[in-house]
């Protein structure tokens, strides 16, 4: 099958993406049909909690799965023209400003691991980014994925993915700057500093359409393989939440009026690791019974953006007190973020 | 016999990828020696940007996510 399916996207590329769009658009609008035809074949009643909850679940799910399938796979081909060693020598030499934006921008398509942060981190001080250029991207990469954009635009609507991709890259791109404005070069660890400067040069590698295709295969395989479970888990905790915790249950202490309700939410998130497929499922609880959205967002921001792993990675090429710093800027943007969204909306 | 060292602080891809060359140099019957390196200062000494990375007889050969089974096998020919 998989061999077929390279054979075929080898030869003839175009066609394939064709078909291959429409039978996903026609398996799309089979979902909610689907849905109700499994839910009418178990035994319960559509109207009562149980039913509401399995309904969710059984269309909610498909619909998660083939929406990041077919996300995924086109940001694998778009990530196959950015690869780090090209967004390195976009950004070489750069002075802050206009080049915390792009760097922020070029952490969104570039294709990025947390395990990658390091290495990534260090060949770009190496090539002589500058350090608060070289944090907007890093700040970028894992907030504003197509994972967390692809999970908020299924389940809250294409409103809030955009205003969480805007928000994210305001948060990179200012906390970049403000750490670039601070001028902490001293404060990386001294063997970092001492090594020798090298020359970004982007591998021109020019890859043909069905590579591309390929690529976006081996993101489908790599990244929808890995995140499934969490998905799956996560929908079923939140179609029980639908079900049966009791409207409002969190306005009370994660609502607007409670001011304490944010910071406490980017708090707890900063040392909570969870990647956005995780996440997301607690969020749409959280906002199903009554928590502000602002307060939900930033929560969603501190655990994806900052985390515990991550520091502990981060602290071998960084001293203490940039870590403190690091965290503690990119904390106070996510913190403002959430504010200002529970304050207009 | 190939010298092979396999670049990563550790995290499932880098498992993932000495696996499948365990995997795929033993059933092409291909004598190697594995190293993993996990010493971020020795990683970034090959110039690599992301992990994990594959080192064989000191050339780098990949970078980046899990090598396919089909780019391992054409190493080990």
């Known amino acids: 099958m998989n061999r077929l399916l390279l054979k075929w996207s080898g030869t003839t590329p175009r066609m394939f993406l064709i078909i291959a769009l429409l039978i996903w658009l026609g398996l799309y609008q089979l979902l909610v049909p689907l849905s109700e035809a499994i839910v009418s074949l178990l035994p319960v009643d559509r109207e009562t909690h149980l039913g509401g909850a399995l309904q969710f679940f059984f269309y909610d799910t498909p619909k998660v799965l083939l929406l990041l399938t077919g996300i995924v796979f086109i940001m694998g081909m778009i990530n196959s023209y950015f690869t780090p060693e090209r967004t390195r020598a ?52 894992p907030m504003v994925n197509e994972v967390a954009l692809t999970l908020l635009f299924a389940m809250f609507g294409w409103k809030i993915a955009l205003l969480y991709l805007a928000l994210g890259l305001s948060v990179a791109v200012v906390s970049g700057w403000v750490i670039g404005c601070l001028n902490m070069e001293n404060h990386l660890e ?33 990244i929808v393989g890995k995140v499934w479970p969490y998905i799956v888990a996560g929908i079923a905790i939140g179609a029980l939440i639908h079900g049966y915790v009791p409207q409002d249950f969190m306005a009370s202490f994660m609502g607007k009026e409670a001011w304490w309700s944010v910071p406490l939410a980017v ?79 | 016999m190939k010298d092979v060292k396999v670049l990563g602080t550790g995290c499932s891809n880098c498992k993932n990828t000495i696996k499948l060359i365990e995997e795929v140099a033993q059933e092409k019957n291909h004598e190697i020696t594995l190293e993993k390196v996990e010493d971020i200062q020795k990683i970034m000494s090959y110039g690599i940007m992301s992990t994990p990375g594959v080192v064989i007889d000191g050339v780098v050969v990949h970078a980046g996510g899990v090598p396919s089974r089909e780019k391992i096998a054409a190493w080990f020919i």
């Open chain 1, 90 to 141: 976009i950004l070489a030499g750069r002075s802050k400003g206009a080049a915390n934006l792009m760097a922020a921008l070029l952490g969104v398509v570039t294709p990025f691991c947390s395990c990658s942060a390091v290495p990534l981190f260090i060949g770009f001080v190496q090539a002589g980014v500058p350090l608060g250029v070289t944090f907007s991207f890093l700040i970028a990469a």
């Open chain 1, 190 to 222: 001294d063997w970092v500093r001492n090594m020798p400067r090298v020359q970004a040069t982007a591998d021109n590698m020019k890859m043909s359409l069905p590579e591309r295709i390929c690529k976006g295969f081996d993101s489908v395989h790599e």
């Open chain 1, 267 to 345: 708090i707890i998130g900063i040392p909570m690791y969870t990647n956005a497929a995780g996440i997301i499922p607690i969020i749409d609880a959280l906002l199903a019974k009554g928590a502000a959205l602002g307060t939900a967002l930033a929560f969603m921001m501190s655990v994806i953006a900052l985390s515990l792993p991550e520091m502990i990675i981060l602290r071998k090429v960084l001293k203490l007190k940039l870590i403190a710093t690091f965290i503690s800027v990119v904390a106070v943007g996510i913190l403002i973020v959430g504010y200002v969204f529970n304050s207009v909306l």
